[in-house]
């Protein structure tokens, strides 16, 4: 990086707030989703990030509102198709940092499958998961997320019977290069993790416990349940997944941290404006 472009990407002046756009939240007293706004903004603030170098992609959601709430650029793109745009524009665009943000049921089950694919391609970018095991916005329906004796699920009064997506595990599997967990009861905490996995090449998840206290109180508990992991990052898949298959869901750190090389954006071919494109589509 040559000393020009390093000046113009970032931005040492800048503190957390100045991340933040002048929209205000709808977002319900007590969702954590506040917490990961705020982590969010720190960790920019933190990397002294270019706002004008940061694209802030959601889906559909109360979670996916994040981009309106950030001073960066911006996309509240499509029910479970958050990932799909993200990855275009960071193919598109390497020089940006992308980071896709929503939720459970926008990245685990409508997107699910776009969620497999963007583990399994790599393409450097940061997934934020807000995941309060529900629906959120449409009120408060059962996700893939949701524990199978939640009762009081709109859909699924007496429980889903079903068993857990497991985000993280599924992450694994498909080839995530970074897992972590954090919560976003505890902002500070979530800061250099969040940081951690932006500078990771490759593509990271952020699975973020973030309760919704409005359709499940039970979450209220939450915020005493978390503690930090007490083992250390592995970059050895195996013992990771093992480890989490294992634990109750409720330690956070940064758990995975794996050494693929990232997709490779410069093998793609690069479109120099209309004529280039009508070129190669031409037969
Ligand atoms: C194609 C399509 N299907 C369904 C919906 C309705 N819908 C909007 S948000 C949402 C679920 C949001 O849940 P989640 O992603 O967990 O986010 P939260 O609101 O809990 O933050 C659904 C089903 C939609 N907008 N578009």
Known sequence: MNLSMKTENTCPSLVAKDYRSDTKPVWCPGCGDFGVLLSLTKSLAELQLN???????????????????????????????????????KVARPDLTVIVAGGDGDGFSIGGNHFLHACRRNVDMTYIVMDNELYGMTKGQASPTSAPDWEYGKLTPGGTHMKPFHPLVVGLASGANFIARVSGTNPNGAVPIISEAIRHP????????????????????????????????????????????????????ILFKGDRLPYDLKSEKTVDGPADLEAQFSV
């Not at 709430?69 to 745009?85: D, E, K, P, Q, S």
């Open 51 to 89: 706002p004008k170098n940061v694209a802030v992609i959601s889906g559909i959601g109360c979670s996916s509102r994040i981009p309106a709430y950030l001073n960066t650029f911006g996309f509240h793109g499509v029910h479970g198709r958050a990932l799909t745009i993200g990855t275009g524009l």
């Open 202 to 253: 490759g593509f990271s998840l952020v699975h973020v416990l973030s309760p919704c206290i409005t359709f499940n109180r039970e979450q209220l508990e939450w915020k005493k349940m978390v503690r930090d992991a007490v083992v250390p990052t592995t970059n050895d898949a195996g013992k990771a997944a093992r480890y989490l298959m294992s634990d109750d869901g409720f330690n956070l750190g």
